[in-house]
């Protein structure tokens, strides 16, 4: 009872710091706001904290805290609350964004430190109110509230992304980010819609628990629902075909990558699909394309980034593909593993490109691959963090990537999708080879920029480095949450922790028999160390060959570039789908609007209805003035004729 | 020849009125006009009188004598905007006045 009056706190402490670095951030300064900033989410972490462990202290039964703020809506038999719900998954993803956040605040402050004081409390308040608007998102008790949070967090990626907008492709890169999300975000209102019009209400305890009572399995209602849910997932957590803007979205500063196009913001689809599993379950057709389409997605944007120069461009097609396997994993119906491959994947990818913008930053502002090169010994602490995080998102035991990658590949595999588990095999060896191209081609070999860059190569301050130190720590033990069975058993009995965890939100899913992941404890079928053994081999296979590739023989890929040159301009094009939507949205949206405008609007309503309404009105004045000719005579003989006529009709009429 | 009665003197007061209005209309001198409206205003007159004397109430005698009053004050004025629009444009044609024409 009494912990449950705190969690208001969680999501209001963010706020605050927006309000404090929004309105006093210039008289208090740099030094104030890096200390209002972090701090504020550091509370908003030690709440989250206590939460969680005022959960872990009851019965998993008993696990769920809410509290309502006040009524918001109330109108007729539609009703929604500003109610904040702390149950398993959510208090996961509130460490995971307090968490995390707090470490990505830190290093903004050091990242940052060459902004002028406007545009340092500019940022932080834009960070904080991020941090606030995903933490709504996550803690909502319903989906129109989650849905405030999902606006909340768009709006942010969009000022984040287009930070410094003076230079014009950061701000279009904003724009574009934000359209593409648009069209998602229309799909998931549609899908809230059908909601409320089938179930009567948008809260969670009303739709969830009725969902297999009220949808036919596999019917209609269902389908729809699920699907339209689905498609502002894909917009919001960039998979096929809506991902086109999380590549642009590298534009903003390094931090804001690795906290919202990293970390937390674009896993917020995945988040909702996994709390919306009892309606995913009455739709298995949708479930099906949930995970084609994360496969996909997977393998597709591996291939991607195996071509690309630019570091953050590298890690933004690594982050698309690492959230396709998450989609896999719900996909299959596997939520935990989802959830925990995004917790892990929270990690490593914000250590990355937490790495990324310490090698940036060292370097001051060069990005592209071809020119760092032979950074190990300058950069001895991002060296070997990224390492730990490069190894964990390349899933080599014991690190965190290992764990929960291989348990949404072995779910794959179990729930009888052999095809998906090759796609995602085959994903697992791309993504060794094109982390560890980054790395070798970032930290290996020689150096490869200018003299004078070459003297000004320094380690980043320390509120960079800890945080590094920090997350890539959790890159390495991170893992360890959710150790299948089958180690387990090995190791004397280990349980899955986070998939313990989480079952109290997920036990209907499992109690419907989709899997055996939670009674495998009891026989782990050997395939299952086949499946490791098989997806460990690929990795190592992936790392041996990037060090071949781009270490030993630096000369051959560019080689193999020449031979195959059109394979390696699709790629290094991005398969050309940038300009295919171009072709075919993007150019007939603009002829669209133009006709729109000057058709319809310069036409029809300026030219028509106004210039007409105006002429109209114009002629019929020119007529009636006709009639004040100013001269007397007229006026009286009218008058006359007009009493005349009165008397006529009164003595005659 | 019958006895002069209320039917004569209404009569008359038509053929004044209506002479007056002729007046007013088809004239071009404002003087003529002004003064087709003094005969109309004591066509009026003279029927008033007419009434009150057959319904033998004093309300129709001072009505006329308001209506002299009135018109003693009119002629006044009336002559004197006449003096002044003739000072303005050197003529007293009322169709030469068109000044607020729409």
Known sequence: ?653 | MSEIGVGHYLTLSAVLFTIGVIGVLTRKNAIIVFMAIEIMLNAANLAFVTFAMSIGDLGGLVMVLFVIAVAAAEAAVGLAIIVAMYRHRETVNVEAFTAMRG
């Open chain 1, 1 to 653: 009872m009494t912990a449950a009056n705190w969690i208001w706190l969680v999501p209001a402490l963010p706020l605050a710091g927006v309000l404090v670095n929004g309105l006093l951030g210039r008289r208090i300064g740099k030094g104030g706001v890096s200390v209002i900033g972090p701090g504020v989410v550091g509370a908003a972490f030690a709440v989250a904290l206590a939460l969680f462990l005022e959960l872990s202290a009851r019965e998993p039964e008993a696990r769920t805290l809410s509290q309502t703020v006040y009524t918001w809506i109330a109108a007729g038999d539609f009703h929604a609350s500003a109610a904040f719900l702390v149950d398993p998954l959510s208090s996961v993803l509130m460490l995971v964004v307090t968490g995390v956040g707090f470490l990505i605040h830190v290093y903004s402050a050091g990242y940052m430190h060459d902004e002028d004081r406007r545009g340092f409390a500019r940022y932080f308040t834009y960070l904080n109110l991020f941090t606030f608007a995903m933490l709504v998102l996550v803690m909502a008790d319903n989906y129109l509230l989650l849905f405030v949070g999902w606006e909340g967090v768009g709006l942010c990626s969009y000022l984040l992304i287009g930070f410094w907008f003076k230079d014009r492709a950061n701000a279009t890169a904003g724009k574009k980010a934000f359209i593409v999300n648009r069209i998602g975000d229309f799909g998931f209102l549609l899908g809230i819609f059908l909601m409320f019009g089938t179930f009567g209400s948008v809260a969670f305890a009303d739709v969830l628990p009725s969902a297999a009572s009220v949808l036919e399995p596999g019917g209609p209602l269902a389908l729809w629902i699920c699907l339209f849910l689905f498609v502002g997932a894909v917009g919001k957590s960039a998979q096929i075909p809506l991902y086109v803007w999380l590549p642009d979205a590298m534009a903003g500063p390094t931090p804001v990558s690795a906290l919202i196009h990293a970390a937390t913001m674009v896993t917020a689809g995945v988040y909702m699909v996994a709390r919306s599993h009892a309606l995913y379950d009455m739709a298995p057709a949708v479930l099906a394309v949930v995970a084609g389409i994360g496969a996909a997605t997977a393998l597709y944007a591996a291939t991607i980034g195996l071509v690309q120069t630019d570091i953050k461009k590298v890690l933004a097609y690594s982050t698309i593909s690492q959230l396709g396997y998450m989609f896999l994993g719900v996909g299959v119906a596997a939520y935990a593993a989802g959830i925990f491959h995004l917790v892990t994947h929270a990690f490593f990818k914000a250590l990355l490109f937490l790495g990324a913008g310490s090698v940036i930053h060292a370097l001051h502002g060069e990005q592209d691959m071809r020119r760092l090169g032979g950074l190990k010994s300058a950069l001895p602490v991002t060296y070997w963090t990224m390492l730990a995080a490069t190894l964990a998102i390349a899933g080599i035991p014991p690190l965190a990537g290992f764990f929960s990658k291989d348990e949404i590949l072995w779910r794959a595999w179990d729930a009888g999708h052999p095809v998906l588990w090759a796609i995602g095999l085959a994903t697992a060896g791309l993504t060794a080879l094109y982390m560890f191209r980054l790395f070798f081609l970032t930290f290996h070999g020689p150096f490869r920029g200018t003299g004078e860059q070459r003297q000004h190569l320094h380690e980043s301050p320390p509120t960079m480095t800890v945080p590094l130190a920090i997350l890539g720590v959790l890159s390495l033990v991170g893992g360890w949450i959710g150790i299948p069975p089958a180690i387990g058993q090995a190791l004397g009995g280990v349980p899955n922790a986070i998939e313990s965890w989480l079952e109290p939100v997920f036990a209907d899913t499992h109690a419907a028999g989709t899997s055996q992941a939670v009674e495998g404890a009891h026989a782990v079928p050997p395939s299952e160390y086949a499946l490791m053994a098989a997806s460990v081999a690929v990795a190592l296979l992936g790392i041996l060959a990037a060090r071949y590739l781009w270490l030993a023989r630096p000369e051959l890929p560019t080689r193999i570039g020449l031979r195959l040159r059109a394979p390696a301009a699709i790629l290094s094009n991005k398969y050309y789908v940038d300009e295919l939507y171009d072709a075919i949205v993007v150019r007939p949206y603009n002829a669209l609007s133009r006709f729109a405008w000057r058709v319809i609007d310069d036409g029809l309503i300026d030219g028509l209805l106004v210039g007409g309404t105006g002429a109209v009105v114009k002629w019929q004045s020119r007529v009636s003035s006709a009639w004040q000719s100013g001269a007397i005579p007229t006026y009286v003989t009218v008058f006359f004729g007009g009493v005349v006529a009165i008397l006529v009709y009164y003595l005659f009429g």
